[in-house]
């Protein structure tokens, strides 16, 4: 006959497979009782007990009590089994998995590193039950932003995988889609494109082009054509991505609200701003349905439709959104989260017209929270940056505005290398400062660093090329210099109008 611990913990297994978690709270409880009062306080049982208890804690949100008793699960199984059990390492790598959950990435990384430790210890370096391990750790280093130290270990498990399964199974795809996110985070573009294109080869073969995992393939690739400028490439597999999830979820699926903001995204970037709104509009309705009304996805979708609203001036209808955004960004994730500073940002900008003092308060805020969330060099401080800078030189504070802009420079050369497109716009965006500044020989010097990246990495018809043109043309014209001044403005419009420099058929 079952013990009453035993049948208890089978009941909050079954219902927590089923999807009950309400329902499996009461059993959970009454079998971790039952664990302590047959077995005592140090037995596994108990252990086993908390655990599943402290997951169905975690999968309802209620974070402090799954940590209170995942926590004590932990120290009961390295009383009973010793510190370096498998069921140490299990316990170790659920706990892990909660503080990621919070994207509190710092207290989930020695957890993971011991995890990782223990099975190390106990297998083969090319043991395939280590990737899960290894993915672990490297997964805590991605979301932290330290892609140097996530890149290695991913290689790792891929190198693992290939030796140990077809050159087309689908589990090599999350493996490559996470080497693709790193590739493109770093810059490496072209990287990226072939990691995402042999995800997208792998689950054509094997999943089949009518599913899920394919349709999100299809939406990163997309993403790594956004990144290159190649609009024309990535507006049909966002729109394939769109009609497979379409046809293979249910009708609110918070995957169609996803696509349906890239696809908006894209308009918009081409100058469709009514097909941009309309959809963006569909997005934020699908996510309240699906979320609810506070939810990072719902601000996220808000916050779009607020930077469109901004670049259109419609200044008194982004304000309201970003207001809303920023609350539930505080309110569910943190104060000091980076989605709070994306609407600092944004906030800035609409409060920037009227109030100096409280568009750079915005500002320094989100600032403060990026270099504490990735660190003072990492390439997302830059936007801080360059935002306070782009506020100091519309009211005429050259000095501060340079220094920020030039801190900004020494960031993207640091992190992605001097020849890099991210260096060369911020090189730009210094030289723009100093045409207004009317320094032309220090205005010419930047933009042609600019150029020269540009002209290496993305060749010579690239459109931020033509920026770069126009700007060296401005100073020419303002020094004296016409001629050059007129051969390059010339060769800008030659890149964004190829068709008026045609000669003429003459047949």
């Known amino acids: 006959m079952k013990s009453e611990w035993k049948q208890l913990s089978e009941e909050v297994l079954a219902l927590m497979q089923d999807g009950r978690l309400e329902e499996a709270l009461a059993p959970a409880r009454a079998a971790a009782e039952s664990a302590r009062q047959e077995k005592g306080e140090d037995h596994p049982d108990l252990a086993l007990s908390l655990n599943n208890l402290g997951e169905l804690y975690h999968m309802l949100g209620d ?12 120290q009961i199984y390295e009383t009973a089994s010793g510190s370096k059990s498998n069921h140490v390492a299990d316990a170790l790598t659920n706990l892990a998995e909660l503080y990621m959950t919070q994207e509190r990435y710092a207290d989930a990384e020695p957890l993971m590193q011991r995890a990782l430790a223990i099975r190390e210890d ?82 054509e073969k094997s999943i089949g082009v009518m599913h899920p995992a394919f349709a999100k393939a299809l939406a990163q690739l997309s993403e790594i054509y956004l990144s290159m400028g190649l609009f024309q490439a990535a507006e049909p597999l966002l729109g394939q991505a769109l009609e497979i999830r379409r046809a293979t979820l249910e009708e609110n699926h918070p995957e169609i609200a996803a696509s349906l903001d890239r696809l908006a995204l894209l308009h918009q970037s081409k100058g469709e701003l009514h097909q941009a709104e309309s959809m963006m509009r569909q997005a934020i309705e699908i996510y309240q349905k699906a979320f609810g009304e506070d939810h990072p996805a719902v601000a996220q979708t808000q916050n779009n439709l607020a930077e469109l609203f901004l670049n259109q001036g419609r200044y008194d209808e982004a304000g309201p959104l970003l207001e809303t955004s920023l609350r539930t960004r505080e309110t569910v994730l943190d104060a000091n989260h980076p989605a709070v500073a994306q609407s600092l940002n944004n906030l800035a900008v609409v409060y920037g017209r009227n109030s100096l003092d409280l568009a750079e308060q915005l500002h320094r805020r989100a600032l403060d929270i990026r270099k504490l969330a990735f660190g003072s060099e990492h390439p997302a401080v830059t936007q801080s940056l360059d935002n306070l800078a782009a506020l100091y030189r519309a009211h005429n504070r050259v000095e501060d505005a340079e220094a920020l ?4 420079i020494a960031i993207w050369e640091q992190s992605v290398g001097r020849d890099n497109p991210a260096t060369a716009q911020s090189y730009y965006k210094l030289g723009a400062l100093y045409i207004g500044a009317e320094r032309y020989i ?66």
């Open 442 to 507: 220090e205005a010419e010097e930047t933009l042609k660093k600019a150029r020269t990246i540009v002209e290496k990495t993305l060749g010579p018809k690239d459109s931020h090329l033509a920026a770069i043109f126009e700007a060296l043309s401005m100073v020419y014209e303002k020094t004296g210099r016409t001629m050059e001044g007129k051969e390059y403005a010339a060769r800008a419009h030659k890149i964004r109008k190829p068709e008026h420099m045609r000669k003429p058929d003459l047949n």
């Open 122 to 203: 106990k297998l083969d370096a090319d043991d395939p039950d280590l990737t899960t391990a290894i993915n672990g750790l490297a997964m805590v280093y991605l979301a932290g932003g330290h892609y140097e130290k996530s890149e290695p270990l991913l290689e790792r498990v891929l190198k693992i995988l290939e030796k140990e399964l077809a050159d087309n199974h689908p589990d090599l795809g999350p493996v490559l889609t996470q080497l693709a996110v790193i590739a493109q985070a770093t810059g490496r573009l072209q990287d990226a494109e072939t990691h995402l294109r042999r995800v997208v080869s792998i689950y």
């Open 63 to 74: 974070y402090p009590l799954a940590e209170a008793a995942m926590a004590q699960s932990l």
């Open 405 to 408: 802009l030039k801190e900004s």
